[in-house]
């Protein structure tokens, strides 16, 4: 059974900086596609970032791009967003993912979720 446990996250001020961790168990890790994403209140879930196996191929969101870093452990399972820059708009419920093959960045694409961080961002 596979398992994406998330950590990190809480509330930091604009400008601040926030790492949020999720580690995998019950999958090969380092055969798949990592993915982070995010869902503010009354919006759709919005890809953030993803990392193909073994790291080789990363995307970002054009509203993260040059803020967020997407990295990945793969000896111990896990990947990181270190998120810095931060905006009132970053505000959601952060979520990582998982699938076999990278197929875009429809959140429909991933196979299985972790149980979602919330990041709050104060003017």
């Known amino acids: 059974q596979v398992h994406l446990v998330q950590s990190g996250g809480g509330l930091v001020q604009a400008g601040g900086s926030l790492r949020l961790s999720c580690a995998a168990s019950?999958?090969?890790?380092?055969?798949?596609?990592m993915g982070w994403f995010r869902q503010a209140p009354g919006k759709e879930r919005e890809f953030v970032a993803a990392?193909?196996?073994?790291?080789?191929?990363?995307y970002y969101a054009d509203s993260v791009k040059g803020r967020f870093t997407i990295s990945r452990d793969n000896a111990g399972n896990t990947v990181y967003l270190q998120m810095s820059g931060l905006k009132p708009e970053d505000t959601a419920d952060y979520y990582c993912?998982?699938?076999?093959?990278?197929?875009?960045?429809?959140?429909?694409?991933?196979?299985?979720w972790g149980r979602g961080t919330q990041v709050t961002v104060s003017s």
């Open positions: 019950g999958l090969t890790f380092s055969s798949y596609v």
């Open positions: 990392s193909t196996s073994k790291g080789g191929n990363i």
């Open positions: 993912a998982a699938t076999p093959t990278y197929r875009g960045r429809r959140f429909e694409s991933y196979n299985y």
